[in-house]
């Protein structure tokens, strides 16, 4: 006769997604709300501090395709956070017609095209510059992986033993 601790570990595909979908909540799924709790300000806490320190270009599915790939694990937030960045901030180059970074010496016009800045206009928004974007981008990525670490948590909820 087999021992509850011969049991198999079960695997719960649902409280997987739902913690891709949103960081901590596959384990509030599971009634771990504390745990969930700390789960989402850790992962959200990192990539906002991503954000903070380079700004929003840090996360841009353009530019940026591989470190994007590990940001998209924190979920809707950065795919929010990569619209915003692609639709509203970027400009469109007047020579390609792509949707590219604005330079120091460039503005965006009433369509949305880059233009040469006049005299005291500053540009709508710039990469950051060198080490901060590198740390913002690592961030926000690093906060993806530690996504992907607690959704894999969430799909093989072991047995925990409880703390007092």
Same mark, same amino acid.
């Given at each position: 006769? &087999?021992?509850?601790?011969?049991?198999?570990?079960?695997? @719960?595909?649902?409280?997987? *997604?739902?913690?891709?979908?949103? &960081?901590?909540?596959?384990?509030? #799924?599971?009634?771990?709300?504390?745990?969930?709790?700390?789960?989402?300000?850790?992962?959200?806490?990192?990539?906002? !501090?991503?954000?903070?320190?380079?700004? *929003?270009?840090?996360?841009?599915?353009?530019?940026?395709?591989?470190?994007?790939?590990?940001?998209?694990?924190?979920? &809707?937030?950065?795919?929010?956070?990569?619209?915003?960045?692609?639709?509203?901030?970027?400009? *469109? @180059?007047?020579?390609?017609? +792509?949707?590219? !970074?604005?330079?120091? @010496?460039?503005?965006? @016009?009433? !369509?949305?095209?880059?233009?040469?800045?006049?005299?005291?206009?500053? &540009?709508? +928004?710039?990469?950051?510059?060198?080490?901060?974007?590198?740390?913002?981008?690592? #961030?926000?990525? *690093?906060?993806?992986?530690?996504?992907?670490?607690?959704?894999?948590?969430? +799909?093989?909820?072991?047995?925990?033993?409880?703390?007092?």
């Amino acid at each position: 006769m &087999p021992t509850p601790d011969d049991t198999p570990h079960r695997f @719960d595909p649902l409280a997987a *997604i739902l913690a891709l979908a949103f &960081p901590g909540a596959g384990h509030w #799924f599971l009634g771990e709300r504390k745990r969930a709790v700390l789960i989402a300000s850790g992962v959200l806490g990192l990539f906002f !501090s991503g954000l903070l320190v380079g700004g *929003i270009d840090v996360v841009d599915s353009k530019e940026d395709r591989w470190w994007f790939v590990g940001q998209a694990l924190v979920g &809707p937030v950065a795919f929010a956070t990569d619209y915003v960045h692609q639709n509203r901030i970027k400009g *469109i @180059d007047p020579r390609t017609g +792509a949707l590219r !970074s604005a330079n120091p @010496d460039e503005t965006r @016009d009433a !369509s949305g095209r880059l233009a040469p800045a006049l005299g005291g206009q500053r &540009p709508p +928004a710039t990469k950051s510059l060198g080490k901060m974007n590198e740390l913002g981008t690592l #961030f926000a990525c *690093i906060a993806g992986m530690m996504n992907l670490i607690v959704a894999l948590d969430a +799909a093989f909820p072991g047995r925990r033993e409880e703390r007092a």
